[in-house]
C-alpha cells in the first residue's frame, strides 16, 4: 500500500484543518486506517484510526471532541478532521494502514506508512 499524506499548514490556534491520506496499491477497504503525530523530540503517538468498513473509530482522549476521522472506501482516502486546535497539536501527521481485522492503536500494528503531513499551531 502506498500512502500520501496531504493538508498539513501553518494556523493559529483556534483553527481547523483537514488533513488527506490517499492510499494505492491494496483494496482499501481490506485495511485499517490510522493517524499518527509526532512532535520534535517525542514519541511517536496515536491520535486516531478507522476500521476497515468505516463503521468504528477510536480517537485519542487528547483530541476526542476536535478531531475526527472518516474514510470513503470508493475514493481510497482517509480524511482526519482537526478543529480547535492548540499549540501542543503542533506536529509532523502520519497516515498509516494496518491489515489488522479490528481497530489497533500501537504503531506496531501498522505495516505500511505515509510520508507525513507537517502541522504547526501558533499561540
Known amino acids: 500500500v502506498q500512502l500520501q499524506a496531504s493538508g498539513g499548514g501553518l494556523v493559529q490556534a483556534g483553527n481547523s484543518l483537514r488533513l488527506s491520506c490517499a492510499a494505492s496499491g491494496r483494496t482499501f477497504s481490506s485495511v485499517v486506517m490510522g493517524w499518527f503525530r509526532q512532535a520534535p523530540g517525542k514519541e511517536r503517538e496515536f491520535v486516531a484510526a478507522?476500521?476497515?468498513?468505516?463503521?468504528?473509530?477510536s480517537l485519542a482522549d487528547s483530541v476526542k471532541g476536535r478531531f475526527t476521522i472518516s474514510k470513503d472506501n470508493a475514493k481510497n482516502t482517509v480524511w482526519m478532521q482537526v478543529n480547535s486546535l492548540k499549540p501542543e497539536d503542533t506536529a509532523v501527521y502520519y497516515c498509516a494502514a494496518s491489515s489488522a481485522y479490528v481497530v489497533v492503536t500501537s504503531p506496531t500494528r501498522y505495516e505500511y506508512w505515509g510520508q507525513g503531513t507537517q502541522v504547526t499551531v501558533l499561540q
Open positions: 478507522i476500521s476497515r468498513s468505516g463503521g468504528s473509530t
